[in-house]
């Protein structure tokens, strides 16, 4: 199909706007900067350990949940325009899906590495080994690494996944999983359907576990295709979604990750962390596409709860808009000025104080770098809806 019957595919139908899905891309990266202030805090080597009430702060420790709701968010918003075209294609073809998301995910991504490299030069300390939480990012200048990060491959090593600014990981893995999605999942959701589609997933993510290569997170291919499904339950609007309670659903499978990382976790023997791992994010997968089906279903039928308006607020949205810059830039930028803190001896809350007062600038450092280096890259021409931002975490 040519590009200009792909567009008049796509304006057959009037775009949706679901906004909600911006605000919850901007506070999900907002908690996994909070996650990384509380590892410099409480995970830094030396410090006296913090109050006692502090212990609220740990929910903080669960950030690593917020990629997996990424992942499912992107899954949901490239479906879609999927899910509402007319014969289930790509607009503009395979060549012209991996322009776009090339577009969007990579002049951010390399500007990021760049970013991290010039605070290297403003701040030597940072190459060596601080006793800070920066030190899970080291080395930061090892040549083979940096050309895995150039090639988007750096996550497949684990020795490699966390140089330089370890959030980027995320980004390889996602970047991988478009791969996926447009010569696998999708070919296979449009013969065989949405549910052979998620087993597909399910089958490509479980040999590598099986053959011990976990590292490799491929858990979150079952991520992606329950974000999908979730797209094609409200666009394509099966008879039997229309019966379903996907509210009480989404508490359903959030009850039991809930309860293992509560109750069960610290009791049963290492054997069985990672089962437990991989059967948390899967549950939250789950329910975050059913939340997601669930919110949509109501804007769609023109009802809206109390937290689809909040995350449909302006500064919800508007934080949604860098919160791929918010995602890239924080962490080295906390790893700076946590070295820069270390002479000073910082007891842990004071500490925990002093960075949470850097949040703001951390925020206006990245709203610039979104204005520069991923903005202009922002298509003006979206599909399904007027904005749908990359959900790259």
Known sequence: ?????????????????LSYLDG?????????????????????ADRPPPPRWFAVMTIFKYGPFAVTLFIVL???????????????????????????????????????MLFSLALLLAFPA???PSGTQWDTALPVLDVEYLLLHVALLHNLFDSAK???????????????????FALMLLPIWRRKGALMTLLAAVVLAALPIALGFGHLHSWYVVSFALGMWGASINFS?????????????????????????????????????????????????VAAGAFLVRCTRGLLAERTSLIVRALSHRWSVNLGHFSYSLYLLHYPILGAICIALRRYNLPGLTLFLVLLACVPPILGVSYVFHLFFEKPHVSSRNSGKARVPAVAA
């Open 1 to 17: 199909m040519s590009t200009d019957q792909s567009s008049r595919r796509e304006l057959a139908q009037p775009r949706v706007h």
């Open 24 to 44: 919850l891309r901007g506070w999900a990266s907002l908690f996994v900067l909070m996650h990384h202030l509380w590892q410099f805090v409480v995970l830094q």
């Open 74 to 112: 992107s899954g949901y918003s490239l479906m879609i325009p999927v899910a509402r075209s007319i014969d289930a294609s790509l607009a503009g073809g395979r060549r012209g899906f991996f322009v776009r998301r090339g577009r969007r995910i990579l002049p951010a991504y390399y500007a990021a």
């Open 126 to 128: 940072m190459a060596h």
């Open 162 to 180: 966390w140089a330089l600014d370890p959030p980027l990981w995320s980004v390889a893995l996602e970047w991988q999983i478009y791969w996926v």
């Open 237 to 285: 609007k099966p008879a039997w979604a229309e019966r379903t309670p996907w509210g009480l659903v989404s508490l359903a499978f959030l009850a039991p990750a809930g309860i293992w990382l509560g109750v069960f976790k610290a009791r049963v023997g290492d054997e069985w962390v990672a089962f437990g791992h991989v059967f948390s994010h899967l549950c939250l997968s």
